[in-house]
Every structure is written in C-alpha cells, then in structure tokens.
C-alpha cells in the first residue's frame, strides 16, 4: 500500500526556519511525484511544491519561489520541504501527496493530480 507521512511542523518565530519531512512507503520515489501542500481554515489547498527524482525536476508557485526548497532522498524515501524566512501567513496545515507521474506540468501544483496524501503537519509561525 503506498503511505505517506509528513512530520517536522511545530512553533518557528517570523523569519525561522523549518525543515518538513515526507517519509513514503509501498512505492519507489522514482516513479512518483510528490506534492507538498499547505490549507489555512476555510481555504482551498495550495500546492507550494513538488519533485519527481527521477530527473530532479521541480516547480513552485510564484508565492513561495526562492523561500522554499523541496528535495528528495531516494534511499530513505522521504522527500523534504526546506522553509525559509516564514511569515505569519506561512502557518497552516502542510500535506505531501503522491502520484505516478511520467513528467511533470504545472498542473501538479494543484491538490486534484494526486491520488495519495499523507496526514498534516501544522505549522505555526508566531512570536
């Protein structure tokens, strides 16, 4: 079965840093993408990243570019989003999501690509 698990949210003060952890398992990285996304209350989910290790692709949206890293680590499957500089604004839940994917598009920053998700981890940027 594939699973997915996101771990390493908690309290970082603005301008923090934060290192998000996707572990996966009943797949292999390589055949995948994996979508990191993050949902305020009453908001829609926003992808914020994705990778495929195949080919070390990656995308992000305009909002976070230059502020969030995502990378991958085959041989412990697990995939992680670096967070940089937080704002207040950067607080919600944060998802990965899994699909197979070939290549990827623009399209995969978007939550209706994926097929698997991981439990949340919440984010709190506050002083």
């Known amino acids: 079965d594939v699973q997915l698990q996101a771990f390493g949210g908690g309290l970082v003060q603005p301008g923090g840093s934060l290192r998000l952890s996707c572990a996966s398992s009943g797949f292999t990285l390589d055949d995948y993408a994996i979508g990191w996304f993050r949902q305020a209350p009453g908001k829609e989910r926003e992808g914020v990243s994705c990778i495929r290790s195949s080919d070390g692709s990656t995308l992000y949206p305009d909002s976070v570019k230059g502020q969030f890293t995502i990378s991958s680590d085959n041989a412990k499957n697990t995939v992680y989003l670096q967070m940089n500089h937080l704002k207040p604004e950067d607080t919600p839940v944060y998802y990965c999501?899994?699909?197979?994917?070939?290549?990827?598009?623009?399209?995969?920053?978007?939550?209706?690509?994926?097929?698997?998700w991981g439990q949340g981890t919440l984010v709190t940027v506050s002083s």
């Open positions: 999501a899994a699909v197979r994917s070939r290549f990827m598009t623009r399209s995969y920053l978007t939550q209706y690509r994926y097929d698997y």
